[in-house]
């Protein structure tokens, strides 16, 4: 069915943090996943990751390393629920967008309007397309999540000025079952050099392990939308991995003013029933 221009949250970061072009983007993706160790044999699925949102050429590895995990729930997941900070836009708050579709080079993804619906009607969500408009936090995990999911629905958060409870109160609401993904975007530390980076790095992955949901914004862009998550998967039991830590030192070589990133995997306890 043809839609609406109106209707569609065009790509914005498309041709800067990832190709352009449908095919080279595809075959990006899938070189990326190629590389990263595959989900063991036997070992639960994901409920949520926490994944970053750099340029490919800098945080696509690691990125990939959750979304491999992923590989095995094609045609399991349904929706999937995307936090990440607001970079551009000043917000209050969590916001949701207006439009029906979220476009990359690789097609369009429909938005679930239901569950927006009734995320509409807690008092520290909005509406706002502006937050969106611009935002890569959230743009850059959608070609990685087409190319192993397939078809799903998609509830994008731009996450603002807002507490842990805030956003885990919004989770609580749309969390559903095994046909419910989480993904919260956050790189870690920015503009350290290499040595202090990997330390602070290592802290912060730490404090995310313990379930910590006092982490700032200098350990972590999305400090917010993850101790949302931590909060949560302190109260349900989720169980955090450390897929992968490293920072843009190992990836482009510049080592004097590093960004840090890290994947993580939260899986539901074995006895869990929804």
Same mark, same amino acid.
Not at 227 to 247: F, H, K, M
């Given at each position: 069915?043809?839609?609406?221009?109106?209707?569609?949250?065009?790509?914005? =970061?498309? @041709?800067? #943090?990832?190709?352009?072009?449908? /095919? %080279?983007?595809? *075959?990006?993706?899938? &070189?990326?996943?190629?590389?990263?160790?595959?989900?063991?044999?036997?070992?639960?699925?994901?409920?949520?990751?926490?994944?970053?949102?750099?340029?490919?050429?800098?945080?696509?590895?690691?990125?990939?390393?959750?979304?491999?995990?992923?590989?095995?729930?094609?045609?399991?997941?349904?929706?999937?629920?995307?936090?990440?900070?607001?970079?551009?836009?000043?917000?209050?708050?969590?916001?949701?967008?207006?439009?029906?579709?979220?476009?990359?080079?690789?097609?369009?993804?429909?938005?679930?309007?239901?569950?927006?619906?009734?995320?509409?009607?807690?008092?520290?969500?909005?509406?706002?397309?502006?937050?969106?408009?611009?935002?890569?936090?959230?743009?850059?995990?959608?070609?990685?999540?087409?190319? =192993?999911? @397939?078809? #799903?629905?998609?509830?994008?958060? /731009? %996450?603002?000025? *807002?507490?842990?409870? &805030?956003?885990?109160?919004?989770?609580?609401?749309?969390?559903?079952?095994?046909?419910?993904?989480?993904?919260?975007?956050?790189?870690?530390?920015?503009?350290?050099?290499?040595?202090?980076?990997?330390?602070?790095?290592?802290?912060?992955?730490?404090?995310?392990?313990?379930?910590?949901?006092?982490?700032?914004?200098?350990?972590?862009?999305?400090?917010?939308?993850?101790?949302?998550?931590?909060?949560?998967?302190?109260?349900?039991?989720?169980?955090?991995?450390?897929?992968?830590?490293?920072?843009?030192?190992?990836?482009?070589?510049?080592?004097?003013?590093?960004?840090?990133?890290?994947?993580?995997?939260?899986?539901?306890?074995?006895?869990?029933?929804?």
């Amino acid at each position: 069915m043809q839609t609406q221009a109106r209707a569609i949250r065009p790509p914005a =970061v498309a @041709g800067l #943090f990832y190709p352009a072009d449908a /095919a %080279v983007l595809a *075959a990006t993706v899938a &070189d990326l996943l190629a590389a990263a160790p595959p989900a063991r044999s036997g070992s639960a699925a994901p409920k949520a990751i926490i994944a970053p949102h750099a340029g490919y050429i800098y945080s696509g590895a690691t990125a990939a390393r959750a979304y491999a995990l992923l590989q095995p729930l094609r045609g399991r997941i349904r929706r999937v629920v995307l936090l990440g900070p607001t970079h551009r836009v000043a917000v209050r708050g969590l916001a949701v967008p207006g439009v029906a579709y979220f476009r990359t080079p690789l097609g369009d993804i429909p938005l679930d309007g239901q569950a927006i619906a009734a995320l509409r009607g807690l008092p520290q969500v909005v509406v706002s397309d502006a937050a969106h408009a611009q935002e890569h936090s959230l743009e850059v995990h959608l070609p990685f999540l087409q190319t =192993v999911l @397939g078809d #799903f629905e998609l509830v994008p958060l /731009a %996450v603002g000025d *807002a507490s842990p409870e &805030d956003v885990a109160q919004v989770l609580r609401r749309v969390w559903g079952g095994d046909e419910t993904l989480i993904v919260v975007s956050s790189d870690l530390s920015h503009f350290h050099r290499y040595a202090a980076a990997q330390t602070l790095d290592r802290a912060t992955a730490g404090a995310i392990l313990e379930l910590r949901t006092d982490l700032d914004h200098q350990q972590a862009c999305g400090a917010t939308p993850v101790c949302g998550l931590t909060l949560l998967a302190r109260e349900l039991g989720l169980q955090p991995e450390l897929v992968d830590l490293r920072n843009s030192g190992d990836s482009c070589g510049d080592r004097d003013r590093v960004v840090g990133y890290a994947a993580f995997a939260f899986r539901e306890p074995a006895h869990h029933d929804r």
